[in-house]
């Protein structure tokens, strides 16, 4: 039960989450729209390889970084791609947990964890991301497409 609500979430978001991504343009990418900032470019891949590194490091137990240099994804069209690529990979590791899989827990944190806490972190994680892009693009005049929010 806990696996069906934590994946119908992440899957929600990352629907939510793309319409944002794909409206991205060559020159959004390296937009910088507050003093000492992250371009725009390196925000949406940060959010994307962390998802995907939760997802590996549950299911492979595998932890490590991964690439999101603006110097490798330096046009809209690589960044959407990863994208698209991410989303499916993450909603195939995804499928590959269960509710026993979320009770276990692990230490290799600040603090122990279960896998189920990690999961919720890593959702909240990205929508703290989704956030900071939506705010950019406001700074930087860019229209935002709606979330159909349940209220």
Same mark, same amino acid.
């Given at each position: ?21 794909? /409206? +991205?343009? *060559?020159? !959004?990418?390296? %937009? ?5 900032? $992250? @371009? ?55 499928? /590959? +947990?269960? *509710?026993? !899989?979320?009770? %276990? ?5 600040? $603090? @122990? ?39």
């Amino acid at each position: 039960m806990l696996h069906q609500f934590l994946s119908t979430a992440l899957k929600r978001h990352l629907d939510e989450t793309m319409p944002l991504i794909e /409206q +991205l343009t *060559d020159e !959004d990418i390296t %937009r910088v729209p507050v003093t000492d900032g $992250r @371009p725009l470019g390196e925000v949406v891949l940060h959010m994307l390889r962390s998802v995907e590194y939760y997802l590996v490091g549950l299911t492979k137990n595998e932890w490590a970084p991964l690439a999101y240099s603006i110097e490798e994804y330096s046009t809209a069209d690589s960044v959407k791609t990863l994208a698209t690529d991410v989303i499916n990979r993450a909603l195939d590791y995804v499928k /590959q +947990l269960n *509710d026993t !899989d979320l009770a %276990r827990s692990t230490k290799s944190f600040n $603090r @122990p964890a279960t896998a189920a806490e990690i999961l919720l972190e890593l959702i909240e994680h990205s929508i703290h991301h989704r956030g900071q892009i939506t705010v950019y693009y406001r700074l930087l005049g860019i229209d935002l497409p709606s979330i159909p929010y349940i209220i």
